[in-house]
């Protein structure tokens, strides 16, 4: 028979270490690095970053990103200018003999007085995985050759490390954010970009700034696989110059492997990479009830798809951040929240990784889910059953950083800084990930925040403190 006694002082215990954690979730910080006071400056049209490889009709824009839902795919994409060219892609395992070879498509598109270049994609299939492959594009022509490596095959303890970018655009603090990044020596195996790419709208849409963009980032995209999130900057709606097509430039230069995770749309999708499940949010397609991007995301989440013995760590990744204390983009994203945010909490996502704000911030592990109109319980509560909020636009824009915090400083906010930087999300085995944050003014191995994740799954204990 119980013990009432044990059982009230069990109870007792667990009210205090309750209170305890609480206690220590509000104490928050922000960081006191004081970065001088300089906007961005953007790189000039002829800086040497933005070049075009030399030879007639050269590939250039290389960039490539996942192409199926478990990383046996890759999409490789290039634009050629002077005319079409092949879609041919060689490639193999030896640089000496590329053996295979795939066909892709071309397309083109025009934005106001800009026709873009020909815009190749073409989808490497049946790859081996944790494999080194090569490939050649501009077949006919003048031909360029890069490398990537597969992932490891999809499973519950397999190691791997994401880079996270947002909000990157072209001046010279994103090239300082780029070059941290490619020396930063956790050695990033695949970038989860949180949206905003070019800015080429603040160029009154200019698409030349498209592929000035390309061009900049080829030299860790053309290596690597990017992830694609769309962010506000990519949704250049221009009636003023006859352009109504949200996203044009912006989906016909970054496929993505929708249709793998049966997305209806190009904003939204899902793929598996070594230990992780990422979902990906559109900020700026419809997301209310009965809505496609709504009910695909519902099937995610209610189909038993997510299987967190096969890949324990379930990440999102969306532009517009929920939980966020610079005055900026004030309840932007709030309406999804209140939308999504309950089923974050129900299938325990690991951590939301958002841009849109210019700065970097870090949330205990709390939600906001309780409020029901007349019950007046609207204020974020620490919660070991929901993700950290992490804001890192900080990819250094030419808009310049957030620099204005709302004071004083939320208890939900566990760590936040106005300064350019990426971060690294670390993931060892099925229960622990490490995160690190690296401001751009320091040397690229220091690491000015970092956390230890503890999986929601498998070691759903208190890790946010
Ligand atoms: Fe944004």
Redesign the pocket.
Known sequence: MRNPYHEFTAALLLILMACCWFACATDGFTGSYVRKAKKPKDMPLDADVFMLPPGYNAPNQVHITQGNIDGSAMIISWITNDEPGTNTVLFGTSNYNLSFQAEGRVNQYKFFNYTSGFIHHCTLKNLKFDTKYYYEVGIGHTRRKFWFNTPPKVGPDVPYTFGLIG?LGQSNDSNITLAHYESNPAKGQAVLFV??LSYADNYNHNNIRWDTWGRFVERSAAYQPWIWTA???EIDFAPELGEVEPFKPYRNRYHVPYKASNSTAPFWYSIKRASAYIIVLASYSAYGMYTPQYQWLEAEFKSGKIDRSETPWLIVLM??PWYNSYNY?YKEGESMRVMYEPWFVKYKVDVVFA??VHAYERSHRISNIAYNIVNGNCRPVADLSAPVYITI?DGGNLEGLATNMTEPQPKYTAFREASFGHAIFSIKNRTHAYFEWHRNDDGVAVIADSMWFYNRVWNGIHDSV
């Open positions: 909000d949206g905003d962010g506000n900057h532009h517009s983009h841009g849109h636009g």
